[in-house]
C-alpha cells in the first residue's frame, strides 16, 4: 500500500512517500517530523524516547486516509534541521499495525524520501524466575498472531543512583544509574532469549525490554543483583526475645551484635565477598537470662548495644556507656524495647512495654513517664515533619505500635501513632487515624523532610503514602508509590548515593516472603523498586545500618526462635561479580 505527503512552501519541498507491507490492511497512515539534532529514528524505534518526551519536539503532522487525499500539509519543518520522519498506520479500530522511519537533513527543492514501514509487533515477556536471573523469554507477533523472524530487540536498565553496569562491553551508560544494550539481538522464529546486563554492585534495578516497532511498551519487571537473603544460621535466640539482634558503631568499628539461647551476646564483623555478607565472631559477652531485646543506642556519632531485660533495665554490651536505670520500670514483665530517635529538641527515648503499659525511658535506662497502653508490640519509630499554621515546619517524635483485639471470637489486628514531647508520649488522632491500615507496619524516611510512610489502597491496589503532619488539617499526601503487598515491616535507608531516603519491607506472598526495595530515584515518574524472589524465611526483624563501612546502609534480616537464629545481611552497594551472558547480535 503506497501513500504520500508533501510540503509546500515558497521554496524547498519535501514529499514523503509510505509504503506499508503487502497485505497489510492499513486504514489510515500518520506521518510525524520531528526536529532534534541528537534525535535519531533508532530512538523512536526502539521508544527510547516516550511520547510525552517526543511530543515537543514535532514540527509537523498529517494524518492520511487509504484511498483519500494523498498531499497534506507539511508547513512548519525547517531547511536544515535534522529531522526524523515516522509513518505509522493504523487499522480501523487505531491499532498501530505498521510503522516506519527515515532521518532527513538539508530538504532541497523538490526533495522526497520513501519510508518502507515493517509490520507492528505484539510482545510477550516471560521474566527471570530461576537460576539465570538475567534471562528474558521474548516473543514477537504480527497482526495476525502470526512470529515475527529477525525483529531486533534492545533493553534499558535502571540501577540505583551512581551504579554502573557489571559489563562496559555489552552495555552501554547512557546517564547515571542508566545503561542501554550496545546491540540489539534480534528474534529467531519469533522468539529471543534477551540477557540484560545487570549492575556491578548489590541493589535493586528495573528493566525495559525494547522490542523494535512494538506496538506498546513492554511492561518494566524489576530484580535484585542479589538474592542472598537465606543468610546464615547462628545459635538460637532466647525464648521470648523480640529483637535477637542489633547494630554497634564505635569509630571506624561497625558490627552486629545477637543474642543467643544461653544468654550469650556476639560481637560479629561482617566482610563481604562477591557481594556476599559474612559473620565472624569478634568476641562474646553476657546477658542478662531475662533478655528480651538488644536496641541501638545514639551516643554522638557511635551506637552503643544495650540488653534490655523483663524487669526494662538495661545492660551495656561490648564498651557501651554503663545504664544508671533510676526510677520504676516493668516488674518481670516487660517484653520488648524500641528507641526514638532525637528529633529536634525532643530528646531520644526507649520505649519499653508491658501487657498494658508503656514505659518511657531516657537513653540511660531512667525512668521518664508510664502510659496506659495496651498493645501488644512496638512497631517502629522515628522522626516526622510537622508544619504549623503558617507552614513553618518543625520535627515530631513519633513511634507506633500494634494491637490484636478479639471481640466475639474475631481478632483484628490495629496500629497506633504516638507521638512524644521530652517529657510524654501521647496517641495521635484526626487525620493520620483515617489514614492507618489495620495490621499494616508503619514507615518513617528520614532525609530532608522526615515523612510517616503508611500503608493503603487505590484503584491501582497497595501503595505506601508518605506523610507530614500538620496542626490544622491533621496529614498532608507528599507522595505515593506502589507496593506489591501490605509491608509486614518497613526500614528507612541510604542505600544508594543520591543522598536521598530509600525505604525496604518484607511482604508474603503465596510462594513465601518477598522483599521490596524502593529508592528515591525516579523511573517515569515513579520511584525505582524492585522486588526479590520469594523465600521461606520467617522475618522477626529488619535492621538498616552501615556495616560494611562505605557510607551506605545495609540490611540486617533477622528470623529468631528457640532452634535456630537465621541472620542475613544483605550489602547493599557493595561490588558483585555478576557473570554476563552474550546475546547473538543483529542490525536494527
Not at 267 to 275: E, L, M
Not at 355 to 362: I, Q, W
Not at 438 to 462: K, N, W
Not at 552 to 563: E, G, N, Q, Y
Request: aromatic content about 4%; hydrophobic content about 40%.
Amino acid at each position: 500500500m503506497l501513500v504520500a505527503i508533501a510540503a509546500c512552501n515558497s521554496a524547498p519541498t519535501l514529499s514523503v512517500v509510505v509504503q506499508h507491507p503487502d497485505g497489510l490492511v492499513v486504514a489510515t497512515t500518520e506521518v510525524t517530523v520531528y526536529e532534534s539534532q541528537t534525535l535519531t529514528c533508532t530512538d523512536v524505534e526502539f521508544g527510547l524516547l516516550n511520547a510525552s518526551e517526543l511530543q515537543p519536539l514535532i514540527t509537523a503532522d498529517e494524518m492520511l486516509e487509504s484511498g483519500g487525499a494523498t498531499t497534506g500539509d507539511l508547513d512548519g519543518i525547517s531547511r536544515t534541521n535534522n529531522k526524523v520522519i515516522v509513518a505509522r498506520g493504523f487499522d480501523a479500530s487505531g491499532t498501530l499495525i505498521a510503522a516506519g522511519c527515515v532521518q532527513q537533513g538539508v530538504v532541497s527543492a523538490n526533495t522526497t524520501v520513501t519510508i518502507d514501514t515493517v509490520v507492528a509487533a505484539t510482545v510477550a515477556i516471560d521474566p527471570p524466575d530461576g537460576s539465570d536471573m538475567t534471562a528474558t523469554m521474548i516473543s514477537a507477533t504480527d497482526p495476525s498472531g502470526a512470529l515475527i523472524d529477525g525483529r531486533a530487540i534492545s533493553w534499558t536498565v535502571y540501577g540505583p543512583a551512581s551504579s554502573m553496569p557489571a559489563s562496559t562491553t555489552y552495555a552501554t551508560v547512557t546517564s547515571d544509574g542508566v545503561w542501554q544494550a550496545t546491540s540489539p539481538t534480534c528474534t529467531a522464529q519469533g522468539i529471543a532469549q534477551v540477557h540484560v546486563v545487570p549492575p556491578s554492585t548489590v541493589g535493586g534495578y528495573a528493566v525495559q525490554m525494547r522490542v523494535a516497532w512494538s506496538t506498546e511498551p513492554a511492561p518494566l519487571f524489576t530484580n535484585l543483583s542479589t538474592s542472598e537473603f537465606g543468610g546464615q544460621a547462628l545459635a538460637g535466640a532466647p525464648s521470648g526475645v523480640s529483637k535477637a539482634c542489633a547494630i554497634r558503631h564505635a569509630g571506624t568499628t561497625q558490627r552486629l551484635v545477637c543474642v543467643d539461647s544461653t544468654n550469650t551476646a556476639t560481637d560479629y564483623a561482617v566482610t563481604v565477598s562477591n557481594g556476599v555478607a559474612s559473620l565472624q565472631a569478634m568476641g562474646t559477652q553476657s546477658a542478662p537470662a531475662s533478655t528480651v531485646a538488644l536496641i541501638s543506642v545514639p551516643n554522638g556519632n557511635a551506637l552503643g548495644v544495650y540488653a534490655v531485660d523483663n524487669n526494662g533495665s538495661l545492660t551495656a554490651l561490648f564498651g557501651a556507656p554503663a545504664a544508671t536505670n533510676t526510677g520504676s520500670r516493668c516488674l518481670s514483665n516487660c517484653t520488648d524495647a524500641i528507641v526514638l530517635p532525637a528529633c529536634d529538641s525532643i530528646t531520644g527515648k526507649i520505649v519499653v512495654r508491658a501487657p498494658t503499659e508503656l514505659h518511657l525511658l531516657d537513653y540511660s535506662g531512667n525512668f521518664l513517664k508510664l502510659a496506659s497502653a495496651p498493645f501488644a508490640q512496638l512497631d517502629n519509630a522515628g522522626c516526622v515533619t510537622d508544619l504549623d499554621a503558617t507552614g513553618t515546619p518543625s520535627l515530631v517524635q513519633a513511634f507506633s505500635a500494634i494491637a490484636h483485639v478479639t471481640t466475639a471470637g474475631a481478632t483484628t489486628t490495629n496500629v497506633a501513632l504516638f507521638a512524644c514531647t521530652n517529657t510524654d508520649c501521647v496517641q495521635v488522632g484526626s487525620g493520620v487515624d483515617a489514614s492507618l491500615e489495620r495490621g499494616a507496619s508503619l514507615g518513617f524516611t528520614g532525609g530532608a523532610e522526615p515523612r510517616l510512610v503508611v500503608p493503603s489502597f487505590d484503584a491501582t491496589g497497595v501503595v505506601l503514602l508518605q506523610l507530614v503532619l500538620t496542626s490544622t488539617t491533621g496529614v498532608i499526601e507528599r507522595a505515593r508509590m506502589p507496593a506489591a503487598s501490605l509491608p509486614l515491616q518497613i526500614v528507612g535507608g541510604q542505600f544508594d548515593g543520591d543522598g536521598s531516603p530509600d525505604l525496604l519491607w518484607d511482604v508474603q506472598t503465596p510462594k513465601g516472603t518477598s522483599f521490596e526495595v524502593a529508592y528515591a530515584r525516579q523511573v517515569d515518574n515513579e520511584p525505582l523498586e524492585a522486588l526479590t524472589q520469594a523465600t521461606s524465611a520467617s522475618v522477626d526483624d529488619i535492621l538498616s545500618g552501615d556495616l560494611t563501612g562505605d557510607g551506605l546502609d545495609d540490611v540486617v534480616v533477622v528470623a529468631a526462635s528457640t532452634l535456630v537464629t537465621g541472620v542475613a545481611v544483605v550489602p547493599m552497594s557493595a561490588p558483585v561479580q555478576t557473570t554476563v551472558t552474550a546475546d547473538p547480535t543483529c542490525s536494527p
